[in-house]
């Protein structure tokens, strides 16, 4: 008697265009053929004539595997079909378990096929260009707690993750589970593709984001992918670039850009209450990312639409200066966006004016700055970074000589007169405002508040950095 073996053959998601060469020759050399009906009718063209198909129905896998044993003892060549690839959530670790089970030894081969999350990638483009997982959502033979462990694990860890068992009539809301959580974890305009019936003449192919994505349209037949942090629709397709850093192997030009997208994004993942005004969120972020200091969400404080407002004054032309208390703040705000909207900085704290006024007066030489400022540009955005003096100098000029700048950033750190210096911008309710509440503060994040004004069309995509 011949020596009977079984071969454990991935015969693609359903279409003969994706049965590898070698899945084919295993099956014409069967002499028997166990798998659930369904599949054989993509595999039939190809059996022997002799050759026996044995049916075990759905859900049937250990008694499929059992079958394929008992055949393969008789000397028989066994052919254990699996849709898909036969090593994920198919029949091949369920017949390496069984086969202590049997007293004589029968060889097992697995010949490797296209998977359904493969077939769906390209579909859909490619959005599995890097680190990828895949989840069942079925919970007949894992316990859902594990599973919604390894969901929001893919979630944090920015993974693309594609979804096999989505739904069934008797198992609906495992789906929606998966999507509170990553609109827990990610930004709602995250890409997902939807693939139903991949390869069949049935293929459905549609995109969406988390935010909008309909748990509805899915089925058993149905694999969906959502894509990490980088993952970006271009046309009706959706990718993933292969790295984070997109230009790292070029001129560098946009590396800066990409890190910062990424620290922004990361940030916008882990605010503790997202769900703020856009110019606000926006300048939390940047001064989040300047100081790595999430205690900024309690103490970034703006007027209704001071970013807004103030970004509209740059875009009309009606902003077209900044005064700093500091050249450090000078320093730390974007040269391109200045060239690109045709902004000049300007820092008094060095003008030959200043050192003779301040001695005359017996005032600091950042009020003095100041004082000559608001005579020459009344109507700039002033941002302060170091010098409560210098900003208790503006509110009491604006008081005295009712003038009114474009804005005011209020960021003086320190442990004299600080909080009262912030304290006073606050009764200029007609002047949009940017303040970090309470001692800290400083030039970095005066300047880093400038730059979210200037860069205020960017935040809706949440892309920082394009002066950088």
């Not at 052919?79 to 202590?100: H, R, T, W």
């Not at 997982?133 to 893919?154: G, H, V």
Request: aromatic share 8%; proline share 4%.
């Amino acid at each position: 008697m011949k020596e009977g073996k079984i071969i454990v053959v991935g015969i693609g998601p359903g279409s003969i265009g994706d049965i590898t060469a070698e899945a084919l020759d295993a099956v014409k050399k069967a002499d028997v053929v166990v798998g659930y009906k369904y599949y054989f009718q993509f595999i039939e063209a190809y059996l022997r004539e002799d050759a026996q198909c044995i049916d075990t129905g759905m859900r049937q896998e250990r008694q499929r595997a059992r079958q394929a044993f008992e055949l393969a003892i008789e000397g028989k060549t066994v052919c254990v079909i699996s849709s898909g690839d036969a090593n994920i959530y198919g029949m091949s670790p369920l017949l390496f378990e069984m086969q202590k089970e049997f007293d004589k030894e029968v060889s097992i081969e697995v010949v490797p096929g296209i998977s359904a999350f493969q077939k769906a990638s390209a579909l859909l483009g490619a959005p599995i260009g890097h680190d990828f997982c895949i989840i069942s959502l079925s919970d007949l033979l894992t316990p859902w707690e594990k599973i919604e462990k390894r969901i929001f694990a893919a979630a944090n860890g920015d993974f693309v993750t594609a979804i096999y068992n989505p739904k069934s009539k008797g198992r609906y809301w495992q789906l929606y589970r998966l999507r509170e959580i990553f609109l827990q974890e990610c930004q709602e305009n995250r890409t997902v593709g939807i693939v139903r019936q991949a390869g069949r003449e049935e293929q459905e192919i549609a995109l969406t984001t988390l935010q909008d994505f309909d748990p509805e349209q899915v089925d058993m037949f149905t694999i969906v992918i959502i894509g990490n942090s980088q993952t970006h629709f271009i046309g009706k397709h959706m990718a993933t670039p292969r790295g984070y850093y997109t230009n790292a192997e070029g001129d560098g030009k946009n590396l800066g850009q990409s890190i910062m997208i990424e620290s922004f994004r990361t940030i916008a993942g882990e605010l503790k209450n997202p769900d703020i005004p856009l110019g606000k969120k926006w300048a939390m972020i940047h001064a989040i990312h300047t100081t790595a200091d999430f205690e900024m969400e309690d103490l970034v404080y703006t007027d209704d639409d001071a970013v807004e407002q103030l970004y509209q004054a740059v875009k009309d032309k009606k902003l077209t200066t900044v005064i700093t208390d500091v050249t450090m703040v000078a320093s730390g705000i974007r040269k391109g966006a200045l060239e690109r909207l045709g902004i000049e900085v300007k820092c008094y704290l060095h003008d030959p004016r200043v050192a003779e006024l301040a001695k005359k007066e017996g005032i600091t030489r950042t009020q003095a700055g100041i004082r000559l400022a608001t005579k020459e540009h009344p109507d700039a955005l002033y941002a302060f970074g170091n010098a409560p003096t210098a900003l208790i100098e503006l509110c009491d000029i604006i008081r005295k000589k009712n003038i009114k700048p474009a804005g005011i950033i209020a960021a003086p750190v320190g442990f004299v007169n600080v909080r009262e210096s912030k304290h006073r911008v606050k009764v200029f309710t007609d002047t949009p405002k940017i303040i970090i509440e309470g001692r800290k503060g400083g030039s970095n994040l005066a300047a880093t508040l400038v730059n979210t004004i200037l860069t205020f069309d960017d935040a809706e995509k949440l892309r920082p950095g394009r002066d950088v």
